[in-house]
């Protein structure tokens, strides 16, 4: 199923001229990542929608003082930051229409949509509509999160992509939202 301007619109409204650049990207991306059936690409415009702001942030927002928790600490250390404050957490800050975070999700990334470590280098290229499309897909992917969707387990869909709840009321009505453009009467 490919996805329209229109209804990307009719989702997102707050898109507005973003949908433009996202369309051939994110129809792409699915494809890729056999984010096909009406129930899958739902979920993941509901999740992306609230992640990005419907389309509108690619980058994480927060100043240098909001990202120094990704600099130094447990938190650092998780994402594979490195422990001394170096700027890792400025450079590896959330980035894409799923907020990649970290410079080992980053190598992660980069390893399976580039072949190679380039993001380490350039980690503004996730914020192309190319591959901030295209790294949301493959975290999806990788994450298990189309089986997740087939089922309708919307909550466990976003503690995956958020570590909680964050913004689930936003999520449930861009999900409603994305159901009632992509399914037919019958389906929801």
Same mark, same amino acid.
């Given at each position: 199923m490919r996805l329209t301007e229109q209804q990307l619109l009719m989702i997102f409204p707050g898109a507005r001229t973003r949908s433009g650049l996202f369309i051939l990207a994110l129809n792409n991306a699915m494809a890729r990542r056999n984010i096909s059936t009406p129930g899958r690409i739902a979920a993941f415009l509901a999740q992306i929608g609230h992640e990005s702001g419907?389309?509108?942030?690619?980058? /994480?927002?927060? &100043?240098?003082?909001? #990202?120094?928790?990704? !600099?130094?600490?447990?938190?650092?250390? @998780?994402?594979? $930051?490195?422990?001394?404050?170096?700027?890792?957490?400025?450079?590896?800050?959330?980035?894409?229409?799923?907020?990649?975070?970290?410079?080992?999700?980053?190598?992660?990334?980069?390893?399976?949509?580039?072949?190679?470590?380039?993001?380490?280098?350039?980690?503004?290229?996730?914020?192309?509509?190319?591959?901030?499309?295209?790294?949301?897909?493959?975290?999806? /992917?990788?994450? &298990?999160?189309?089986? #997740?969707?087939?089922? !309708?387990?919307?909550?466990?869909?976003? @503690?995956?992509? $958020?570590?909680?709840l964050n913004g689930l009321q936003e999520r449930l009505l861009l999900w409603k939202q994305a159901k009632t453009v992509l399914l037919p009467p019958a389906s929801l």
């Amino acid at each position: 199923m490919r996805l329209t301007e229109q209804q990307l619109l009719m989702i997102f409204p707050g898109a507005r001229t973003r949908s433009g650049l996202f369309i051939l990207a994110l129809n792409n991306a699915m494809a890729r990542r056999n984010i096909s059936t009406p129930g899958r690409i739902a979920a993941f415009l509901a999740q992306i929608g609230h992640e990005s702001g419907q389309l509108q942030y690619v980058r /994480e927002l927060g &100043g240098e003082k909001y #990202l120094e928790k990704y !600099d130094t600490g447990d938190l650092a250390m @998780r994402l594979g $930051n490195s422990p001394e404050a170096d700027g890792d957490g400025q450079r590896y800050r959330g980035r894409g229409l799923i907020q990649i975070t970290g410079r080992s999700n980053y190598l992660q990334c980069s390893r399976a949509l580039f072949g190679d470590e380039r993001l380490l280098q350039q980690p503004e290229l996730l914020e192309l509509p190319q591959w901030a499309a295209e790294s949301a897909a493959w975290f999806w /992917e990788r994450n &298990g999160l189309n089986e #997740l969707a087939d089922v !309708d387990e919307f909550n466990s869909i976003t @503690r995956r992509i $958020n570590g909680g709840l964050n913004g689930l009321q936003e999520r449930l009505l861009l999900w409603k939202q994305a159901k009632t453009v992509l399914l037919p009467p019958a389906s929801l």
